[in-house]
Structures are given as C-alpha cells and as structure tokens.
C-alpha cells in the first residue's frame, strides 16, 4: 500500500510544511497574551504578568459593544449569504437558453475575484453622499442623501449588503450543483399532476436543496465571530466605530497602531478559542444533521 501511495503522501508534503510555517510555528506567539511584551527582549525575555491582559480584557469599557458588532454583522451576513444565493441559482436554473445562462452566471461571479481594496474605492464613489450614484438615484424621489458610510445607522447594511453583492454569484455554484441532483422526472409528475413552476419550486426544488441548504448553514456557525476585517478596515472610520468596530479591526488597532502586543494577543486568544468552540459544534451539528463527514 506504501508503495501506491506514497506519491500521493509526497505530493501532501509542500501543504503540509507551508500549514506548519504559516500556522503553528506562529503560534508561539500565543504567548503574548500572557506577557507585558517588550519588543527588544522578545517571546522569552518579557514579563510574566498571567491573566492580567484577559482581566483588561473584561474591564474594556467598549469590549461588549465590540462583540455585538461582530455578532451582528456576522450573522446578517450568514443569513444574507444563504438567501441570495439559493433565490439566484433557483432563477438561474429556470433559464431554458443556456448562453443568456452563462452570460449572467459570468456577470455575478466576476466580484468575487476583486478585492476588497479595490471594491472599496468603488463602493466609496457609489455610496458617496455628494456625488455618488446611488444619492444621485435616490434625489430623483426627493429622498435626502444619505451617508451610508459615515452613519452608525447605515453602516452594518451597507457592509452587508456589499458583501452579498460580492460573494453571492460565487455562492450559487453550491446550490445550483444541488439543483442537478434532483431527479427530473419528479418535475414531469409534478407537470402532470398539474402542478405549475411555483409549486414545483416550493414542493420539489426546495426539499431537493434542504440537505446542502442545512449544511451550509450549521458550517457557517463558525463564522459568527468573522465579520470580514479586510472589508470594514478598508471602509471604516472613526466616526462610525460605534456600529463597525468588530473584533479583528479592535486587535488591529490594539496591536499595531498602539503597539499593545499582550493585550491584542489576549483579545485575539479568546476569539481563536470561542471560534474553535462554534466549529466543532458546527461540524457535529452537520453530521447529525446532514449526515456531513470530514473523512
């Protein structure tokens, strides 16, 4: 058996030493959170000072607030995430000219492969409350313009809904590979009986796509604490910080703006830890439920 397989067992080998480099050597930076850390004399020449940085942690005034954010946003975006997507890939598959098809399946994937960088001048200019597009759009009903970017009110809805906007055409390919696993004759009986293109999707498409609708969303509990630092630091402000700081832009900001090693460490230690919780729940959930094996 070693002899068939250990090309496969070498082939392996470059993942698994750029997992351990990238992965578990740093995280002897862990560390950290128990230390008072002082840069020039390193992981083992800083001060042992034990849970003092958690116990900071707890006394954080705004800490709590940080949390809901993160909650907050996380889970709209989850719930957005499952809705868009599987409405899409449901009308997509409704399209009988397969080449109008491809075009639009094209069109909604192309975001997904922007980053967040460059998405945020765009959204910037687009929500922008002067000139942008939308303000423009929404003067013609003589709707005030609105700052979407720099309203505590806005904020949480403008990062979730472009965020959907981004990731919702990469997210159909689940569901509408889900869609081609559902037998066709069900439609014919269905056609026969009577039934139209609603009830065949509410009674046959919907059923069909529950087993992989569920197990995407028990997979998804472990993204309660990621709320998408690479979107909000890209388009958030002081101004707004009430609504949009989450945990990953308070770490960074502790970390390396204000140079609070040990206290960043411990902030990003215990969601490390609470998100390790929620994916292990997570992946029982989706064996009893979906019946979902990682081997």
Known sequence: MWRRE?????MLLPGIVLVVMFSYVPMAGLIMAFQKYIPNRGLFGSPFIGMKNFQLLIDYPDIGRIFFNTVYIAVMKIIAGLVVPITVAILLNELRREWIKRTFQTLVYLPHFLSWVLLSGI???????????????????????????????WFPYAMVLSDVWKEFGFGTIV??????NINPSLYEAAEIDGAGRWKQTFHITLPGMMPIVILMLTLNIGNVLNAGFEQIFNLYSPPVYESADIIDTFVYRMGVQQAQFGFATAVGLLKSVVSFILIAISYVLAYRVANYRIF
């Open 6 to 10: 250990w090309p496969l067992h070498l």
């Open 123 to 153: 959204l910037v200019d687009v929500l922008s409350p002067s000139s942008g597009i939308l303000n423009q759009f929404l003067g013609l009903f003589g709707i005030q313009p609105i700052f979407f970017l720099g309203s505590n009110d």
């Open 175 to 180: 569901y509408l590979a889900a869609l081609t």
